[in-house]
T-cell receptor
């Protein structure tokens, strides 16, 4: 009964490629997030969706495009991958103003 | 935007000692203050949280104190055990989708 799941767990790719990470939650939450955790472990919010609508869009290159087909899914598509995109990407979900439940993370390595 | 500072960045204690991690924030409208624990290679998980109408909350060996006037809150772990070794993150929210994390504290408990 995985609450928040992400696929893939690992992603190794060449610079310039386009890739997607998928996220699904079965908690009935109305808000979903994407975070980037760099090598220094800093957790930085990238996007937040509430009921499929974009609420927060931090200063993230427009190569990153989130897509929320429904309340239970928030996917992240990345175009023209760069070396600096290498990080662990976490999806999370919550009720508004409540505890955030994180997915297992996707370790992206750009070569 | 909200600015969250967390100290110390690393903390090493002997098993059985107490550990204290402190966070300060800038936005007086913030009203939700969770703490997350992230073990190596795992996802962040909530360990305790506090809302602005409460000054202190305790759960077994873990406690959080909040000083709204001074805009700081602290995590206290008593009788530390080796399994408490992890990275701890404070976070701050205004009760909306926007949660900001501190930079993390790497706690090492030496047996």
């Amino acid at each position: 009964d995985t609450a928040v799941s992400q696929t893939p767990k690992y992603l190794v790719t060449q610079m310039g490629n386009d890739k997607s990470i998928k996220c699904e939650q079965n908690l009935g939450h109305d808000t979903m997030y994407w975070y980037k955790q760099d090598s220094k472990k800093f957790l930085k919010i990238m996007f937040s969706y509430n009921n499929k609508e974009l609420i927060i869009n931090e200063t993230v290159p427009n190569r990153f495009s989130p897509k929320s087909p429904d309340k239970a899914h928030l996917n992240l598509h990345i175009n023209s991958l760069e070396l600096g995109d290498s990080a662990v990407y976490f999806c999370a979900s919550s009720h508004i103003s409540g505890e955030q439940f994180f997915g297992p993370g996707t370790r992206l390595t750009v070569l | 935007g909200e600015n969250v500072e967390q100290h110390p960045s690393t903390l090493s204690v002997q098993e059985g000692d107490s550990a204290v991690i402190k966070c300060t924030y800038s936005d007086s409208a913030s009203n939700y203050f969770p703490w997350y624990k992230q073990e190596l290679g795992k996802r962040p998980q909530l360990i305790i949280d506090i809302r602005s109408n409460v000054g202190e909350k305790k759960d077994q060996r873990i406690a959080v104190t909040l000083n709204k006037t001074a805009k700081h809150f602290s995590l206290h772990i008593t009788e530390t055990q080796p399994e408490d070794s992890a990275v701890y993150f404070c976070a701050v929210s205004k009760g909306n989708n926007d949660m900001r994390f501190g930079a993390g504290t790497r706690l090492t408990v030496k047996p």
